[in-house]
């Protein structure tokens, strides 16, 4: 097959672009490299690529995207570039409506007219807002976002609805559930812990500990995309759209997943409890059911393993550049850290 991947300097492109080479297809990697996180680190995730042909094209410029399209040919798109972060898009919220929604527009405009045999798109966890009912299913009711990051991702799935129920483009909606993993995003609370505690600085900790989160190991993420391109929704009559929670299916608190970090790292946090900040939810927790039903797959990864690879790399990837960070070290503790999830509520 010969697949785009949008947004391949970002964090699961960036794996996703790379597993798909290794297996064979020809890959065309896209990303505009913008600047809302280190651009330094979208490159050198780019330098790890082996294979993908990269272009730099922003998906909000049409007549870029006409003719790479138009050149390539493409068999499937897997769209993942977007505007991220909940809490950005608080304070800019026009980013979020070029590269969400008119960016979204146009790779729909251009699936369609290309002829495209299966697109799949990132969706997020965020548009179940503040959702009371855990676990989070597809069906439930996603009308109450609690950020514009939250809104935008929603009206893609509502768009791509539209697309595939008047022209017939078979899509895909993939609901990511906190992924981290090496090469992670730096915004995001697992590299943001992190780089503080190597440093020996205090962390945030929001909501006064009061969150739990569903995190999922990238390589969990890119096996299961991987399995569902082949898979484009619709059978005969229906309009061919599905959407999937994409997920471990396992809540953990925020606090459970700081001692893992001053495990792996062998230090201990210095806590700053705040309250919650603006758009943020108290908790997501996937239903991967219908997944698991489509793809015959469950995560792999357990959240200790996982953390322990994340550490692995970004003690490497920071000890790679000028000024190595030191990481002092603790006695490790036996045993497993248990689950505090007395901030969810089933």
């Given at each position: 097959m010969t697949i785009l991947v949008t947004g391949a300097a970002g964090f699961i492109g960036f794996h996703l672009a790379n597993r798909l080479a290794r297996e064979g297809h020809r890959v065309v990697a896209l990303d505009n490299l913008n600047d809302y996180y280190a651009v330094s680190l979208k490159k050198a995730r780019l330098?790890?690529?082996?294979?993908?042909?990269?272009?730099?094209?922003?998906?909000?410029?049409?007549?870029?995207?006409?003719?790479?399209?138009?050149?390539?040919?493409?068999?499937?798109?897997?769209?993942?570039?977007?505007?991220?972060?909940?809490?950005?898009?608080?304070?800019?919220?026009?980013?979020?409506?070029?590269?969400?929604?008119?960016?979204?527009?146009?790779?729909?405009?251009?699936?369609?007219?290309f002829n495209v045999e299966h697109l799949l798109y990132a969706s997020s966890s965020s548009v179940y807002g503040r959702q009371e009912t855990l676990p989070f299913r597809e069906s439930d009711p996603v009308d109450r976002p609690a950020s514009l990051y939250a809104a935008s991702k929603r009206a893609n799935e509502m768009m791509a609805y539209s697309y595939a129920d008047l022209h017939r483009l078979?899509?895909?909606?993939?609901?990511?559930?906190?992924?981290?993993?090496?090469?992670?995003?730096?915004?995001?609370?697992?590299?943001?812990?992190?780089?503080?505690?190597?440093?020996?600085?205090?962390?945030?900790?929001?909501?006064?500990?009061?969150?739990?989160?569903?995190?999922?190991?990238?390589?969990?993420?890119?096996?299961?995309?991987?399995?569902?391109?082949?898979?484009?929704?619709?059978?005969?009559?229906?309009?061919?759209?599905?959407?999937?929670?994409?997920?471990?299916?396992?809540?953990?608190?925020?606090?459970?997943?700081?001692?893992?970090?001053?495990?792996?790292?062998?230090?201990?946090a210095h806590k700053r409890f705040k309250p919650m900040q603006p758009g943020d939810v108290e908790r997501t927790w996937a239903d991967t059911s219908a997944l698991q039903a489509v793809t015959g797959y469950r995560p792999q990864v357990s959240l200790e393993v996982g953390i322990e690879r994340f550490v692995d790399w970004i003690k490497r990837y920071h000890g790679a550049g000028s000024g190595a960070v030191r990481v002092p070290r603790r006695p490790r503790v036996a045993g497993p850290v248990m689950r505090d999830l007395h901030s969810v509520r089933v």
């Open positions: 330098a790890q690529l082996e294979g993908p042909c990269i272009e730099t094209i922003d998906v909000a410029d049409l007549p870029a995207l006409e003719a790479l399209f138009a050149r390539e040919r493409f068999t499937r798109v897997v769209h993942l570039a977007a505007q991220a972060g909940v809490r950005h898009s608080v304070t800019h919220p026009h980013e979020y409506g070029r590269s969400n929604m008119i960016g979204f527009l146009n790779v729909l405009d251009v699936c369609t007219r078979p899509a895909t909606g993939l609901r990511f559930f906190t992924v981290y993993g090496p090469w992670g995003r730096p915004d995001m609370a697992p590299s943001l812990f992190a780089e503080r505690l190597m440093r020996g600085e205090p962390i945030d900790i929001f909501n006064h500990g009061q969150m739990a989160r569903d995190f999922t190991f990238v390589d969990d993420i890119v096996e299961s995309i991987v399995r569902l391109i082949p898979k484009a929704p619709g059978a005969a009559g229906e309009t061919p759209h599905a959407i999937y929670n994409v997920g471990r299916g396992e809540p953990v608190s925020l606090l459970s997943f700081v001692e893992l970090l001053e495990r792996a790292l062998g230090v201990t």
